[in-house]
């Protein structure tokens, strides 16, 4: 998928480029045919422009007509022999020097009479603009454009935009922005080819090139990397899935695995109590029958306990539970917890020790639900202690709110593991703990039922420093004091 991913993001990216170069020939195309016209313009105004100069030639050559009407007028021909001849003369003296005239055009003398003029001199600025501008307009290249004529002999821009430009001594055409990025224009064509020597170049630039080449292939752009995005974003969210679906998964087979190993436990001292029990030897003897019978209740309400859990987890997902509230006193509930905890605790050569500052210690709240927050806060407290664990419970009154405090100096968690204590099924892989058994629900149960009763659950932990889990209870029982089912 990725690899398909690649190339579909190759390929757009190839035909994008194609398209933009396509656009580039077609517009490099328009603008030097439109060049070519501009220099051909100059060329013919420039001959305009020269006969202009030379048109007083022209003039006297044509005098001849004048004289002849000048004989017409003055009615003093004889005959009309003599007209006819003088007619015939002034026409023949006519007609060569207009030849004369024509030829002196033709020849080299007026071209290199031309040649050695500036370049600038040479061309008319106005008519310069205007053909460019209907060159390219003709084209239907509208965007804004400057130009510039180049001189080959001063080296240096001799008309820019319009206006003469006068090279001060030692200047270079590079010396601002705008020469620089004329000179460096893609678009150039030679002026006066015809000339033996090229006096020069016309430099066109277009600043705003690229919003031509991209028009038609913005809206292609666009669509690519918006449905690129779309696909990205659908494979990373598959990913994304598969990923969270496999360590579900994960954890699903470890809860099994645990589950399974919690049972069998149970289920294998019942086994060995039975055979006992079942045995000649001890069925004669009440008292090991009745301690046997004891062991099995008890494996058996451990078993039971266990189910329950699991049980109680499903109806809490279904959020398929209700709260029996009423004003509760937490100080109580902590203090037969702690005497509890203590028996396990101080097997371990530990201790539970409570600091009870909190003034209102009585809280709306259910019983049952409280009480297993709390013994399961400090059984996590302990399990996760392996050596003498240090357990504190302290409790404080905070505006409107009971908060208590079950501080451990544990195995601690990373910051990662902190994010993840509260979801189901999860437990941090313990490494040479292995043998503290749970199914990681506690905390999941914790959490929905504090929020339950619209509580807040906060944990501080620093790994091999311990941890502080940090719960805060509504007084008033979250001004909900019916029995209420949670949705
Ligand atoms: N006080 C603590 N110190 C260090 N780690 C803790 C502490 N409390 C919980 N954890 C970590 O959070 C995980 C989840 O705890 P949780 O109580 O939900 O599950 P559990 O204790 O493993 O099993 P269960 O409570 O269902 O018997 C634990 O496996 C443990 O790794
Ligand atoms: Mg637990």
């Not at 390929?11 to 396509?22: A, F, K, V």
């Not at 209907?134 to 180049?150: A, P, S, T």
């Amino acid at each position: 998928m990725t690899i398909s991913l690649l190339g579909i993001i190759v390929i757009q990216s190839r035909w994008i480029n194609y398209s933009i170069n396509l656009n580039e020939d077609k517009f490099r195309e328009e603008v030097y045919s439109a060049l070519n016209h501009v220099e051909k313009d100059l060329r013919a105004s420039e001959s305009t422009l020269d006969l202009d100069v030379l048109g007083h030639d022209f003039a006297s050559g044509y005098s001849a007509n004048s004289k002849l009407d000048f004989y017409y007028r003055k009615g003093g021909l004889s005959d009309s022999t003599n007209i006819a001849n003088d007619i015939a003369n002034l026409m023949s003296k006519s007609r060569s020097r207009f030849q004369q005239n024509i030829s002196l055009l033709e020849g080299l003398e007026v071209s290199k009479l031309l040649q050695s003029k500036d370049l600038a001199e040479r061309i008319d600025i106005k008519r310069l603009s205007n053909s460019i501008k209907r060159q390219l307009n003709k084209r239907g290249i509208f965007i804004g454009y400057n130009y510039g004529v180049y001189s080959n002999k001063s080296k240096s821009f001799v008309i820019i935009d319009d206006n003469f430009v006068v090279a001060e001594e030692g200047t270079q055409y590079t010396n601002t922005p705008i020469n620089k990025s004329l000179y460096n224009s893609l678009y150039k064509i030679s002026l006066f080819e015809t000339d033996e020597e090229v006096p020069g170049m016309l430099y066109i630039n277009f600043p705003h090139r690229n919003s031509i080449l991209f028009k038609d292939v913005w809206p292609t752009i666009l669509g690519s990397v918006l449905f690129t995005a779309i696909i990205l974003f659908c494979f990373a969210y598959t990913i994304y899935v598969i990923l969270r679906q496999k360590k579900l998964s994960e954890m699903r087979t470890d809860f099994i695995n645990n589950m399974t190993h919690e049972f069998k436990t149970p289920i294998a001292t019942i086994n060995l109590a039975a055979d006992s029990i079942t045995s000649p030897m001890i069925v004669d003897q009440p008292s090991k029958v009745g301690r046997f019978a004891q062991i099995i209740k008890q494996e058996n309400s451990r078993m039971l306990n266990q189910v329950e859990k699991v049980l109680q987890m499903a109806l809490l997902e279904k959020k398929d539970f209700k709260l029996r509230k009423a004003p509760i006193n937490v100080h109580d509930i902590i203090m037969q917890a702690v005497e509890n905890a203590n028996l396990q605790v101080e097997k371990k050569g530990g201790h539970v020790t409570a600091e009870l500052k909190a003034t209102r210690p009585t809280i709306v709240a259910d019983q049952t639900h409280i009480t297993n927050i709390i013994h399961n806060l400090l059984d996590n407290a302990n399990k996760y202690s392996p050596e003498k664990p240090e357990i504190k419970v302290i409790t404080e009154s905070i505006n409107g709110s009971m908060r208590i405090i079950i501080r451990d100096k544990g195995i601690g968690m990373t910051n990662d593991q902190r994010k993840h204590i509260f979801d189901k099924f999860y437990r941090v892989h313990t490494g040479n703990l292995h043998d503290v058994k749970g199914f990681g629900l506690g905390l999941s149960y914790v959490k929905t039922m504090v929020g339950a009763h619209k509580g807040n659950i906060e944990v501080i932990s620093e790994l091999g420093e311990g941890s502080s889990f940090i719960l805060d209870l509504p007084v008033d029982g979250g001004q909900e004091k019916s029995e209420n089912g949670v949705t």
